[in-house]
């Protein structure tokens, strides 16, 4: 088990999360759990998603997966997606 913690710099938080909702199934199915996400205070375009996850594997094939990269493009994700894994 694993905590993870994924950080984007987004154009508009709304639509970002919009998005973001609707990958709800695809997480479940890789057995990303506890999912919250929030964003920056005092910028609300950064964004941060924290969830538990059985398996690493499965954050990295999702992140990679072509339909997570559409979502992001879609919600506005700029630059790179920051990623840290917390064993526990």
Known sequence: MAKVIVHHHVKDYD?????????????????????????NSKDPNHVYVVFDVAEHSHIHDHLAHGDTKDLQEKGGVIG????????Y
């Open 15 to 39: 639509t970002w999360k919009t998005h973001f909702d609707s990958g709800a199934d695809a997480r479940k199915a890789k057995g990303m759990t506890h999912v919250h996400a929030g964003r």
């Open 80 to 87: 790179e997606t920051n990623v840290v894994v917390l064993d």
